[in-house]
Nanobody, 126 residues
């Protein structure tokens, strides 16, 4: 599976962006999927995750109420709608897929993901 993120860019604080992640090589409809981010000089951190069918989602506290994760299994696409962006949201954003994940999303760790994209940069100016 290859994952490719897009949609990043430079935006002013308070603005919005929609990130996309396209999967190729095989379907990811059997995979839980997630978004992570990494700011310069910091560790990669969890942003949001979504279950295989898209019926369950979970978010980091820092983005809850501002970001929305969604997916389209007919197109093997993952999305992250980001609103009310803050300078502290500046980071390289990665999508990831965890094959055959049937457990609770809150138990899904970074080490459980099988595939990662190369990231898309989001920069929020103050």
């Amino acid at each position: 599976v290859q994952l490719k993120e897009s949609g990043g860019g430079l935006v002013q604080a308070g603005g919005s962006l929609r990130l996309s992640c396209a999967a190729s090589g095989r379907t990811v409809s059997d995979s839980a999927m997630g978004w992570y981010r990494q700011a310069p000089g910091k560790e990669r951190t969890f942003v949001a995750a979504i279950s295989r069918a898209g019926l369950s989602t979970t978010y980091a506290d820092s983005v809850k109420g501002r970001f929305t994760i969604s997916r389209d299994n007919t197109e093997d696409m993952l999305y992250l709608q980001m609103t009310s962006l803050k300078p502290e949201d500046t980071a390289l954003y990665y999508c990831a897929a965890a094959r055959n994940w049937y457990r609770n999303l809150v138990d899904l760790l970074a080490s459980d993901y099988d595939y990662w994209g190369q990231g898309t940069q989001v920069t929020v100016s103050s």
